[in-house]
């Protein structure tokens, strides 16, 4: 079972800049699509951003030109590097793993515990 673990997160004011982590238990090379997504008080979980094994990355339009998602395959570790923060920002981010397998959806998601990202002055 793959396991994920978010770290980076914090209070942070207006226009500052963070980096979430993602480290994952198996090679993220292996791995057909990371993601990150958050979800604020009140609100649904929304994708933020994914990238594919290949390297093509996409963005919600809300983040993109601030937000970039990249990783690191000899740490098995996928990063957001969140720039040009605002307060609608604030919300808890997830790390995701989709991994190709046998179920009838051919895929199974796994989770991190969130990381707390607030933007705030």
């Known amino acids: 079972q793959v396991q994920l673990v978010e770290s980076g997160g914090g209070l942070v004011q207006p226009k500052g800049s963070l980096r979430l982590s993602c480290t994952v238990s198996r090679r993220i090379s292996s791995i057909n699509l990371m993601a990150w997504y958050r979800q604020a008080p009140g609100k649904q979980r929304e994708l933020v951003a994914t990238?594919?094994?290949?390297?093509?990355?996409n963005y919600a339009d809300s983040v993109k030109g601030r937000f970039t998602i990249s990783r690191d395959n000899a740490k098995n570790t996928v990063y957001l590097q969140m720039n040009s923060l605002k307060p609608e920002d604030t919300a808890v981010y997830y790390c995701?793993?989709?991994?190709?397998?046998?179920?009838?959806?051919?895929?199974?998601?796994?989770w991190g515990q969130g990381t707390q990202v607030t933007v705030s002055s």
């Open positions: 990238m594919t094994t290949g390297g093509n990355t």
């Open positions: 995701n793993a989709r991994i190709s397998d046998f179920t009838p959806r051919g895929f199974s998601d796994a």
